[in-house]
């Protein structure tokens, strides 16, 4: 199966810079999409922004022009740089991969990540 570990998260003041990264490993044959997700308390989760096999990239309206999501294909990892943090980003944030491995063949299956606490206050 596939394994997700994230990291990057943490205190940051309005208007300060984080970077996560989420490393994907296991028995992994081919990555499709990759994406983060947030999930603020009491509020369902929801997509920041994906980044496709192809390079194309997709982003709420929240995280335009200020987060840029980015891949590194040989390391199996996907990255969010988020500038100008606001205090309504604070949230959980969520690595999400769909993965074909070596158990489900040509399928992409849907996996997730642990989270990331990412808080934004003065």
């Known amino acids: 199966q596939v394994q997700l570990v994230e990291s990057g998260g943490g205190l940051v003041q309005p208007g300060g810079s984080l970077r996560l990264s989420c490393a994907a490993s296991?028995?992994?044959?081919?990555?499709?999409?990759m994406g983060w997700y947030l999930q603020a308390p009491g509020k369902e989760r929801e997509l920041v922004a994906g980044?496709?096999?192809?390079?194309?990239?997709n982003y709420a309206n929240a995280a335009k022009g200020r987060f840029t999501i980015s891949r590194d294909n040989a390391k199996n990892t996907v990255y969010l740089q988020m500038n100008n943090l606001k205090p309504e980003d604070t949230a959980v944030y969520y690595c999400?991969?769909?993965?074909?491995?070596?158990?489900?063949?040509?399928?992409?299956?849907?996996?997730w990540g642990q989270g990331t606490q990412v808080t934004v206050s003065s």
């Open positions: 999400n991969v769909k993965a074909a491995t070596l158990q489900s063949g040509r399928y992409a299956l849907s996996y």
């Open positions: 296991g028995s992994i044959r081919s990555i499709d999409a």
């Open positions: 980044i496709t096999s192809g390079g194309l990239l």
